[in-house]
């Protein structure tokens, strides 16, 4: 199994760099006006070589500040609060869902 950087811990610049661009909510353009098509992508060297494990740690928000963690850009406050609502709705269904199935909401 891969070890998994601690916040961090061991991350290059690319990975640094994306950690940054999440945070700030900005886009990590690493083309600029390169071609990217699969021969390009064979040349790239460690400057855009990134750890699939860095980029599901990005996904997860193990490097976004820890627990609890705050966004201050209108796309990270649009996620979050995204977040909360499809949470809020997913056990208000299910919360229904089992009511209704054990019988404790009764037709009138």
């Keep these: 199994m891969e070890h998994s950087p601690a916040r961090g ?6 990975e640094r760099a994306l950690i940054d661009s999440v945070a700030n909510g900005i886009e990590l353009d690493l083309a600029v006006a ?3 098509d699969e021969a390009a992508m064979k040349a790239w060297g460690e400057s855009k070589t990134g ?3 860095a980029i599901r740690d990005v996904l997860r928000g193990r490097h976004a500040g820890g627990a609890g ?3 201050t850009s209108g796309a ?3 996620i979050t609060i995204s977040n909360w609502v ?3 709705t997913a056990w208000s269904l ?3 869902f089992i009511a209704g199935f054990t019988g404790a909401v009764r037709k009138t």
């Design 9 to 14: 811990e061991d991350l290059s610049d690319l």
């Design 76 to 78: 990270g406050n649009s």
């Design 69 to 71: 963690a705050t966004t």
């Design 94 to 96: 299910a919360t229904l």
């Design 51 to 53: 750890r699939a494990s």
């Design 86 to 88: 499809l949470q809020l």
């Design 34 to 36: 390169e071609p990217v």
